[in-house]
């Protein structure tokens, strides 16, 4: 079954923002490290922000200053809000759920994907 629902992808021109969720289950969510991964067509997946179990985040040098990964714990969903698009956005950007203890070591959980395409 689906336990991260991605929503707000779309076409977006350059510059424009755009603010991705993604909702996750208490239970993964409440251990775990969140993350923005995306990946282009011909291009490996890579990782464009994470936000741990206590807050901390951390960017891909491509997406600093333009992106800001959140998570709100009350109501188990992430979001990046994405700012200052460029056309070398344009990709398919999953949630990704990682255990952030050694109990959930092997927890690793995806959601389907968003399309976000930057383009005039």
């Known amino acids: 079954q689906v336990q991260l629902v991605e929503s707000g992808g779309g076409l977006v021109q350059p510059g424009g923002s755009l603010r991705l969720s993604c909702v996750a289950s208490r239970s993964i969510f409440s251990a775990s490290n969140m993350g923005w991964y995306r990946q282009a067509p011909g291009k490996e997946r890579e990782l464009v922000a994470v936000i741990r179990t206590v807050g901390i985040t951390n960017y891909a040098d491509s997406v600093k200053g333009r992106f800001t990964i959140s998570r709100d714990n009350a109501e188990n969903t992430v979001y990046l809000q994405m700012n200052s698009l460029k056309p070398e956005d344009t990709a398919v950007y999953y949630c990704?759920?990682?255990?952030?203890?050694?109990?959930?070591?092997?927890?690793?959980?995806w959601g389907q994907g968003t399309q976000v395409t930057v383009s005039s």
């Open positions: 990704n759920a990682k255990g952030a203890t050694i109990e959930t070591v092997f927890r690793d959980y």
